[in-house]
């Protein structure tokens, strides 16, 4: 399944490696950095419990909308255009109710550059708008696939504290060691990342940029090079990226 906006980091290019490394004797599936829900949405169901969680008030919204009031969502996109204007005037305005809120977030980010939501996506060749009716399509199928997922809103320590367990699986994505940081995640501190998931009682597979920092700071657990093309900046450069995990040797 597609997930409804592409987000700074999202895991479209790289859910099907990741994928393969996730085990399958798990009895709940946690994102404690949710994002677009890429990987979560890779497969109809990874196991009886189900937790996306994410900080960011707007992507926490947008999931709460999806999964309760799909249809006026899909009226709110109605009609919407791709135009500078418009764009400029929904960054003034973000709206009054939960759902015009979850509207204006969904266009901003499918029609700014890099899904940043801070400058209108086009240039002199091609339009960088994506059809507001491709993203209305996927709304009532994502809330049926929400249907039995729980939605949180909490900081990730939190999140993986109430859901550890030894049959738990937390599939961890924060933000990169050198990537873009959204507001939310600006001076985050990875190291306190290492020092909580050493002390999780289940299994989990991170994902991050590869660097040397982050190397020496996982060294001892499982790291699996990937790489993988530039999504936001459309260059063919390699991005390379590490899986990192507490199961299955090094």
């Not at 599936?29 to 189900?50: D, Q, S």
């Not at 996109?77 to 809120?101: A, C, D, V, Y």
């Not at 994506?130 to 994502?142: F, G, N, T």
């Amino acid at each position: 399944m597609e997930a409804l906006i592409t987000w700074m980091g999202g895991k479209k290019q790289l859910r099907e490696v990741i994928s393969r490394h996730i085990p399958e004797d798990i009895s709940g599936y946690i994102e404690p950095f949710g994002g677009a829900g890429w990987v979560m949405l890779y497969r109809e169901r990874w196991a009886r419990l189900e937790v996306w969680n994410d900080l960011d008030n707007d992507l926490y919204n947008m999931f709460m909308q999806v999964k309760f009031h799909p249809e006026e969502l899909m009226r709110e996109l109605e009609g919407m255009l791709h135009s500078r204007r418009l764009f400029s005037e929904m960054l003034k305005n973000r709206g009054i109710t939960e759902i015009q809120r979850a509207a204006r977030f969904v266009y901003l980010v499918r029609h700014s550059f890099g899904a940043l939501k801070s400058s209108f996506g086009t240039g002199k060749t091609q339009s960088g708008g994506v059809r507001m009716s491709l993203a209305q399509e996927r709304i009532l199928p994502l809330a049926k696939r929400l249907d039995m997922v729980t939605v949180e809103n909490l900081d990730y320590r939190e999140c993986i504290s109430k859901y550890d367990s030894a049959k738990n699986f937390f599939y961890v994505d924060p933000p990169y060691y050198k990537g873009h940081t959204y507001e939310n995640s600006r001076g985050f501190d990875h190291e306190e990342l290492r020092n909580i998931l050493e002390s999780v009682h289940g299994r989990w597979l991170l994902s991050y940029d590869d660097c040397s920092e982050i190397r020496e700071l996982y060294q001892g657990f499982k790291i699996v090079p990937v790489v993988r093309k530039k999504g936001i900046t459309r260059a063919q450069d390699d991005f390379r990226e590490l899986i990192i995990m507490n199961y299955g040797g090094k």
